[in-house]
């Protein structure tokens, strides 16, 4: 039972890193129905902002996911305003291919510039061991779990107590109806993009200190996992999103601790077919009929 426990420690540390990247699938999505794969670069751009500034400039690690979050939500509106824009009245299937070309765009240019090899995130903080009982928590684990319940209470005020996170919902249900009632959809939507890369970014940083290691690489299994952790929950949900997250990271690590360590990944995509079997819009997704 103690290490059940211990796993639902873990599980809900990595879950805390797949809510966050989750929060921006299911945003966007939310807002304008599409996917954006190029999440999980931008995530991956994240990362790489904030070893340059810990390693070669020594920055506080704080200071340095500020300046990360920054300009991940500039990355993210250019990327928006440049590719996504020209093709908002396309069809979806233009939009996706659209998406999976800057994803690539986003990696091969950091891997073209800096190489493909894994780089080790110095630790800018000391890591100490707390014990609950036999249940060991490490302040990694805190850091990550403490500045991802700030940051979904922050965007829960956003969302649900600001003029923008009002029009946010509005353009969600109906982008059309919102601009005749005088809302910017364009600056809405761009809001949403910055929002949600803003947090791939602090998410980045915090893979970084968590695991010791980043790569070009990095984004496409983790952004995979936090879209099936968005899907889960329900896109355009989140609070789907969030769970989603939890989900996933406690799933994985417990087939982990049952010595499934080479079936996580098809256990986590299993669930994937089994909830869009079951409920194919998600935990929290609402059943919405579209006309012909």
Known sequence: MQLFLQQLVNGVA??????????GYTMVYGTIKLINFAHADIFMMGAFVGYYLVTVLEMNLFLAM?????FCAILGVVIERVAYKPLRNSTRVASLITAIGVSYFLQNTM???LGPEVRAFPSPLET?????????????????FAITVILMILLYIIVQRSKMGKAMRAVAVDSEASQLMGIDVNRVISFTFALGSGLAGIAGVLV??????ISPGMGTALGLKAFVA???GGVGSIPGA??????IGILETIVTFMGGSMYKDAVVYGLLIVILL???????????????
Do not use: D
Not at 14 to 23: C, D, R, V
Not at 128 to 144: E, P
Not at 278 to 292: A, C, I, Q, W
């Open 14 to 23: 990595l879950g805390s890193i797949y809510a966050l990247m989750a929060l």
């Open 66 to 70: 500020l300046i990360a979050m920054i």
């Open 111 to 113: 891997i073209y510039f």
């Open 128 to 144: 100490s061991i707390y014990r609950i009982g036999n249940i060991v928590i490490n302040s990694k684990q805190i850091l990550v």
């Open 208 to 213: 970084g200190v968590y695991y010791n290691s």
């Open 230 to 232: 968005a899907v889960v």
């Open 242 to 247: 969030m769970v989603g997250g939890y989900v």
């Open 278 to 292: 079951v409920l194919p819009s998600g935990l929290f997704g609402k059943n919405v009929k579209e006309k012909v």
